[in-house]
């Protein structure tokens, strides 16, 4: 048996909002140390409480809030949650991480997570505390943005809670809606519409029960040590400038997906750097809680009272991938999605498909085109309400290009119905393959193949096998950064990165972890994920994208003439799960459900191919 790790409540609640029934749940130290937090317990939760092909719209769909050992602790970046589903877009497992106080009250409740079924008979605020768990009606904030709602609940049940709450969107079930907490946003791939589902306006959580470290005199000099550090150039450069500062760099580089991905390049990109920005709009700078690096940039405009969080993602997504170049408008674009509480890669994703498609003659509408500013606007709009147009796109662009056929499905922009972000697959090859095999779909955050790809260590235009190896790498540390859970903007300070984490959940919870050991943790909370997702319903045909990226160049720019071939991507493929231990279609092998606890006696076989090798 596994010590007693400090760091843990060692318990979860699940609550019923049908029944209103709570109960708390034991975990044992050893599911403790085998998948640690955030992320990885958040996998072996939905595994344990999840039926196979369910609904996640329905009311025995599991919605889970997950902490981690490291929250509340002095090291920085640690002030973080997941939240995870079954994603209502993808039909895959949703693994969401945001930072924000919300993390650090919930861990005061005394609970490593919290797990929530059911559907409330009213729109319902859940209030969890130390001592008891209440449900307040909430039909007075339906409708309202998640921060009106949440500032009228705060006034009602007391300013020291904490709440994650949806906005019209999550109402409405559209599928990449998303639930926003102290002005931030998780849950891209359809969290906001799982809780919509349930009646379930908001979470507020606020607590005095806090876990105990297991060397805390050393914990804060390693603390201490970790913020002297230098972050290296990349964190620094988005200290100054915040992620957005890619923007210039992947126009150069011909990575900047352009009008639904028919271009590397934006013409009108210069408008949207922020530098340019910088000299036309105020801004002021903010940092996550408990985070010493401050890479958080608002920029204000008329009208928008609490000002617009710019990254690169939002940017990209409502700008060139949607070929608008006007500032103003992408940033009103951008604060339409956080009131709505919509997903930006999503929304702009989907909108440029649907701009593509009117253009082509395939579904109609005389304004949705490249560079219409004020058509980007209406249809965030309709989305939010799903009502015109926006009742087919608050499907997002797997389903919409289903409805639509007529070969739409060849360049609607997602992998397993996730909408790709802000790089270009055909010329970032390696993260073209993180892209098709990653098990929430098209994420670069659960992949970080493009550190790889920006390299000297591979040709990004023309990967070959010796890419594998280092996209697995960049997979498995951001899979312990998420379970711990801290930032990856954390990546550039040490040299082995992972060695650092378990010299962290040391110090936390006294086991004497190994960075062996946690690599093999990283691989096990890999495999647990695709086990879900088998469970859910995969096939290795999913493992792919578009027909686009497989059969045209990319026309401009730096990185013309670059495609990625499907017998390239399919080869890759088959040598990562071969890398992986799986069968080369990406099945699982019975040793492997053995280190998951799962009896292979006790699965269908047709959820169960026997290993190739």
């Not at 405009?301 to 990209?316: D, K, T, W």
């Not at 960075?515 to 990283?522: D, G, S, V, Y």
Request: contains cysteine; glycine residues 10%.
């Amino acid at each position: 048996m596994t010590d007693l790790p400090h760091g843990y409540h060692r318990q979860y609640l699940k609550i019923d909002l049908t029944t209103r029934q709570v109960q708390v749940v034991p975990l044992s130290p050893d599911i403790l140390r085998k998948f640690v937090g955030g992320s990885g317990l958040g996998t072996w939760l939905l595994l344990e409480e999840s039926n196979d092909g369910l609904d996640p719209l329905g009311p025995d769909a599991p919605l889970l809030f997950v902490f981690s050992p490291l929250v509340a602790s002095p090291l920085t970046t640690s002030a973080k949650f997941a939240v995870m589903a079954k994603s209502p877009l993808t039909q895959r497992i949703n693994d969401s991480l945001s930072s924000s106080y919300f993390a650090i009250a919930g861990k005061k409740t005394g609970y490593d997570a919290f797990v929530i079924v059911g559907t409330a008979d009213v729109p319902t605020c859940l209030v969890i505390d130390s001592e008891d768990v209440r449900f307040k009606d909430a039909s007075m904030v339906w409708g309202k943005s998640s921060r009106e709602a949440a500032d009228l609940l705060r006034s009602q049940i007391g300013t020291q809670y904490r709440l994650a709450a949806i906005g019209p969107a999550g109402e409405n079930l559209v599928r990449f809606a998303t639930v926003s907490h102290d002005g931030r946003h998780a849950g891209r791939g359809g969290i906001g519409a799982v809780m919509g589902s349930k009646n379930l306006k908001a979470v507020a959580v606020q607590g005095n029960r806090l876990t105990e470290f297991a060397h805390p005199e050393q914990l804060i000099a390693f603390s201490k040590s970790l913020s002297k550090k230098s972050f290296g150039p990349a964190t620094e450069k988005y200290r100054e400038l915040g992620t957005a500062s890619n923007l210039l760099i992947f126009n150069r580089l011909g990575t900047l997906p352009t009008r639904n991905f028919q271009s590397g390049t934006f013409e009108g990109v210069e408008n949207l750097a922020p530098e340019m920005l910088n000299e036309t709009h105020e801004r002021t700078r903010n940092s996550c809680a408990a985070c010493t690096i401050g890479c958080e940039h608002i920029f204000h405009i008329r009208g928008i009272s609490n000002g617009v969080r710019v990254e690169y993602e939002n940017l990209f997504a409502l700008g060139p991938l949607c070929g608008v170049s006007d500032p103003e408008v992408v940033l009103k674009a951008s604060a339409l999605c956080d009131q709505l509480g919509i997903d930006t890669i999503s929304a702009g994703g989907t909108i440029a498909f649907a701009m593509e498609c009117a253009e082509r003659g395939l579904i109609e509408s005389d304004e949705l085109r490249f560079g219409n500013a004020q058509a980007l606007l209406n249809t965030l709009t309709a989305i939010g309400s799903r009502t015109g147009l926006g009742e087919l796109l608050s499907l997002g662009t797997r389903a919409a290009a289903e409805q639509i056929g007529q070969g739409a499905d060849e360049f609607a922009p997602h992998v397993k119905g996730l909408e790709i972000p802000g790089y270009e697959p055909r010329a970032l090859q390696t993260m073209a393959l993180g892209f098709a095999v990653g098990t929430r779909g098209a994420d670069h955050n659960r992949s970080g193949a493009y550190q790889v790809d920006f390299s000297d260590r591979v040709d990004r235009m023309n990967v070959n096998a010796t890419a594998i190896q280092p996209a697995i790498e960049t997979e498995d540390e951001a899979t312990l950064m998420d379970s711990l859970i801290l930032c990856k903007f954390l990546r550039g300070v040490f040299q082995d990165k992972i060695a650092a984490m378990a010299e962290m959940l040391h110090l936390i919870t006294g086991w004497d972890v190994t960075a062996t050991e946690l690599r093999q943790t990283a691989q096990r909370i890999i495999t647990a994920k695709k086990w879900y997702n088998i469970r859910q319903g995969w096939t290795p045909e999913e493992d792919t994208l578009p027909k686009r990226f497989l059969t045209v160049e990319i026309p401009d720019g730096a990185s013309q003439g670059a495609k990625l071939s499907e017998d390239k991507l399919t080869e890759l493929i088959r040598a990562y799960n071969r890398s992986r231990g799986w069968s080369e279609d990406g099945w699982l092998s019975e040793t492997q459900l053995d280190d998951l606890g799962i009896s292979a006696a006790a699965v269908q076989s047709d959820k169960l191919r026997a290993n190739d090798d």
